[in-house]
C-alpha cells in the first residue's frame, strides 16, 4: 500500500528554510529561520541624529493630491538614489505560518542559529505547544542573535507611521508585494520565553517524540553546533541536509554523512549561494584587500554575525596583517555578546573538529582569540559606547561590528564615520546580503566597497557528492536547486548568485531522483506504508515463548488486540487490559477470542528430505537442479516434488500419494 509523506515549504526562499512534514498524523518543523531582506527597505538605525538621512526628500508617489497621506508620508517614506526607503521602525519577513495549523505541530528541530531566529514568533505568539530541539551551542549562540536584534532595534526607537499602502509597497525596491505581513522585532521577554522551551540535545542522541517520533542531530560541519537531522516516523526516515559545509579546514566537528544512509525521503536546503567564489579564495581577497586599506592609513569595516566564520576570520586575518608589517594595528571585535561568543568558542570544545578539541589536553584555548585578546592584537567590546572603547579606539584598524544588513548594529556608527573618505573600506562577507542593497542608504559613498562572500556551505558538486553517500530513496530540493535556467528571475536575480547557469552547476536530477518543491506551497511524496512498528507489552512479551531455527533466527506466532496511543501502536493479549484500562471487546456471548492458529515455517533441504523419502519406503528418489530451485522426482509413485525460494509443490495424480508426500514435507518444518 502506498501513502504520502506531505512537506510544507514555509520559507520564500532556500537559505531561510522553514519545512514542515506531515507523515501519518505526526508533524514535524524544520527550522525557522527569519528572513531579513526586507530590512533593505529601511533606513539605518544610527545612534546619533544624521542630518543628512533627516534630510532626504519624502516620497509620495502616486498620492500627491491626498493630504492625509502626504502628512504621514512625509515622515515614513523617503527616496534615495532612485529608491524608496522606510524610516520606520525594522521588520521582517516570518515563514509563512498560515499553511499549516501550528498547534498540530508535534515538535520543532532547529539546524543551527541563523536558522532558530523566527522561533520567539512562533513559540509565544502562535498555538504551538510542542517540543523544541537544538544542540546547546546553537541554543547559546541563537539567544545571542536574538537578543541583539532586540538591543539594536529598541535603543533606536522610531515613531511607526502608516506607510502600507499599494503604491507604497509597489515602490519598494526588489520582490515586496507580502510586505503587508511583515512583523516588528519581538522583545526580550519573547526571547527569554522562547529560549526557555528549547531542549538541548547531543549528537547522535536518539530522541523519542511522544512515542510515535525519533529524531536525532548529526553534526553538519558549518558551524559549533550546527546539526543535520534524522527523522524516524516508525519504519519511515526521512534526512533533513540543511546548511553543511564540507571544508577540511575550518572549526566546526566534521560533517556526518554516513548515520543518515538509506533513508526514504532526504530534504535538502541552505546550499552555498555563491558557489563560483570559493570561501578559501574570498578569505585570501578580503585579506589583500584589507591589508591594502591599511598600509594606505585607511580603516576597514567588516559587517558580521557575533558567531559563526568569524572564528575562522580572526587566525586568517590577523595572520595576514603580521605577515605585511601591520601586526600593531588593532583589530576590534565589537557586538553585545562578543566577550561572551569569544568564551562560548572556547568553552565549547567537544564540538570543535579534532585539532581544536584536542588542544584542550594540552592544555591550551582550541582558538588563538586569548594569546590574540592578551597580546592586545584583538580587541574584543561589547559596546562603542563605552569608556573602554574609547580610550582603545585609534585609527587606522580594522573593526568587526554587527550587523551585515548594514541597518542596525554598531557597523552602521561606522559607516556613517567613514562613509566620505576613499581610504577605506567596508568588507562585505556575508553572502546572503547583497552589496548593492546594504550600500544604498548610504549614497553617495566615497568609501571602497568590496563583496567578498565567504560561504562554506556545499557546493552544488559537493552537495552531489554528500547525497550520493546518504543514498536517500528521494531527494527534495527547491527548484532553483534544480532548474538553472529558472535562476533569473525573482529574487534570485542576485549578481554572483549560484555562478553559470550550467546543467553542472545544479543537483544531479536524475541520478539522485530529484523531486523539486513547491516554495512556497505542499509537495506530497508517495511512499510505502504497508507496514507500522508495533510493540508488546511486558504482560504479552512473557506469553510469547519463541521456537529457535536452524539458521539462529526465532520466531514466534502472535495472535494480539491492537492499541493505539499517540499514533504508537501497542500489543496486548485478547483479553488484557490496554493502556487506558479498557479490556477486549465482548459480545452476547462474551469476551471475544480468538482460536488457536498453527503456523508452519522453514525451507526443507533437499538432501534432508530425499533422506526421509528413501526411508519411507517410497522407491527410487533422484534429483536434478531447475531454472527455479531443485526437482525430487519419485518414479515408482509418478510423483514429483518441485522445491523453489518461496513455495514448494507436489504434481500426482494419485491423492493418497499426495496426502504421504505432504505429511513427509511436514516433519521437516517447524510449528508455531
Not at 216 to 229: E, M, Q, V
Not at 494 to 501: I, T
Amino acid at each position: 500500500a502506498l501513502s504520502v509523506m506531505d512537506v510544507f515549504s514555509l520559507g520564500r526562499d532556500p537559505w531561510t528554510p522553514c519545512y514542515v512534514v506531515r507523515c501519518g498524523h505526526a508533524l514535524v518543523m524544520l527550522d525557522c529561520a527569519l528572513d531579513m531582506s526586507p530590512a533593505a527597505c529601511f533606513l539605518p538605525m544610527t545612534l546619533t541624529t544624521s542630518r543628512r538621512l533627516c534630510d532626504l526628500r519624502t516620497w509620495y508617489g502616486t498620492d500627491k493630491a491626498r493630504p492625509d497621506s502626504n502628512a504621514a508620508r512625509s515622515k515614513a517614506v523617503k527616496q534615495l538614489a532612485g529608491r524608496v526607503l522606510l524610516d520606520q521602525p525594522l521588520e521582517f519577513r516570518l515563514p509563512q505560518l498560515e499553511l499549516v495549523d501550528m498547534a498540530a505541530v508535534d515538535v520543532i528541530l532547529v539546524s543551527n542559529f541563523h536558522h532558530m531566529l523566527a522561533l520567539p514568533y512562533l513559540t509565544e505568539h502562535t498555538k504551538f505547544r510542542g517540543k523544541v530541539f537544538a544542540t546547546e551551542p546553537t541554543i547559546r549562540f541563537g539567544q545571542q542573535l536574538m537578543e541583539s536584534i532586540v538591543h539594536f532595534t529598541s535603543r533606536v526607537p522610531k515613531k511607526n507611521h502608516r506607510w502600507k499602502d499599494e503604491d507604497v509597497i509597489a515602490g519598494l525596491s526588489g520582490n515586496q508585494q507580502d510586505a503587508e505581513q511583515w512583523q516588528p522585532a519581538y522583545t526580550l521577554q519573547d526571547v527569554n520565553a522562547c529560549i526557555a522551551k528549547i531542549t538541548p540535545v547531543s549528537y547522535q542522541q536518539s530522541i523519542d517524540v511522544f512515542g510515535s517520533i525519533r529524531v536525532r542531530a548529526l553534526s553538519s560541519g558549518f558551524s559549533i553546533g550546527s546539526c543535520n537531522w534524522h527523522v524516524a516516523f516508525g519504519l519511515h526516515n526521512l534526512s533533513y541536509l540543511s546548511a553543511s559545509s564540507s571544508a577540511a579546514s575550518r572549526h566546526p566537528r566534521p560533517l556526518d554523512k554516513v548515520s543518515a544512509r538509506g533513508a526514504d525521503v532526504c530534504i535538502v536546503s541552505g546550499l552555498a549561494k555563491h558557489p563560483s567564489m570559493p570561501p578559501d579564495k574570498m578569505v585570501m581577497e578580503m585579506c589583500a584587500h584589507v591589508g591594502v586599506t591599511i598600509t594606505e592609513g585607511g580603516c576597514v569595516l567588516i559587517p558580521t554575525y557575533s558567531s559563526g566564520i568569524v572564528y575562522d576570520l580572526f587566525d586568517a586575518l590577523l595572520g595576514h596583517l603580521a605577515a605585511i608589517g601591520c601586526a600593531n594595528v588593532p583589530v576590534f571585535f565589537v557586538s553585545p555578546h562578543a566577550k561572551a561568543s569569544v568564551a562560548y568558542a572556547n568553552i565549547f570544545s567537544s564540538w570543535l573538529c579534532k585539532s581544536k578539541s584536542s588542544r584542550v589536553f594540552l592544555p591550551e584555548w582550541p582558538f588563538n582569540h586569548e594569546d590574540n585578546i592578551a597580546s592586545g592584537r584583538l580587541r574584543v567590546f561589547d559596546s562603542i559606547s563605552s569608556q573602554e572603547f574609547s580610550d582603545a579606539f585609534r585609527e587606522p584598524c580594522v573593526v568587526f561590528a554587527d550587523h551585515p544588513s548594514l541597518r542596525f548594529g554598531d557597523a552602521v556608527h561606522f559607516m556613517e564615520l567613514w562613509r566620505d573618505s576613499p581610504s577605506n573600506l567596508l568588507a562585505a562577507i556575508e553572502p546572503d546580503f547583497n552589496l548593492a542593497d546594504i550600500v544604498a542608504p548610504y549614497q553617495p559613498l566615497s568609501m571602497k566597497h568590496v563583496f567578498c562572500p565567504i560561504d562554506p556551505r556545499l557546493t552544488f558538486r559537493e552537495a552531489n557528492n554528500t547525497l550520493a553517500t546518504m543514498a536517500a530513496g528521494r531527494v527534495l530540493a527547491p527548484t532553483v536547486y534544480c532548474d538553472p535556467a529558472g535562476r533569473t528571475s525573482g529574487d534570485y536575480n542576485d549578481p554572483g548568485a549560484f555562478g553559470e547557469s550550467s546543467p553542472t552547476n545544479a543537483l544531479q536530477k536524475q541520478e539522485l531522483s530529484v523531486t523539486s518543491l513547491s516554495t512556497p506551497g505542499v509537495t506530497r511524496v508517495p511512499i510505502d506504508s504497508s507496514t507500522e512498528r508495533a510493540f508488546l507489552t511486558a504482560e504479552y512479551a512473557a506469553s510469547i515463548h519463541p521456537v529457535p531455527f536452524s539458521t539462529g533466527a526465532c520466531a514466534a506466532a502472535v495472535t494480539a488486540q491492537v492499541d493505539v496511543r499517540d499514533y504508537a501502536f501497542a500489543l496486548h493479549g485478547i483479553n488484557a487490559q490496554g493502556s487506558d484500562g479498557d479490556v477486549a471487546p465482548t459480545d452476547s456471548k462474551g469476551p471475544v477470542t480468538q482460536p488457536a492458529t498453527t503456523y508452519l515455517f522453514g525451507s526443507p533441504k533437499v538432501e534432508q528430505l530425499m533422506a526421509v523419502l528413501s526411508q519411507g519406503g517410497l522407491g527410487e528418489v533422484t534429483a536434478e537442479q531447475a531454472a527455479d530451485g531443485s526437482v525430487i522426482k519419485l518414479p515408482a509413485q509418478h510423483a514429483t516434488i518441485r522445491l523453489s525460494g518461496d513455495s514448494t509443490s507436489i504434481d500426482t495424480d494419485d491423492e493418497a500419494v499426495r496426502l504421504t508426500l505432504r505429511d513427509v514435507l511436514l516433519t521437516l518444518l517447524t510449528e508455531l
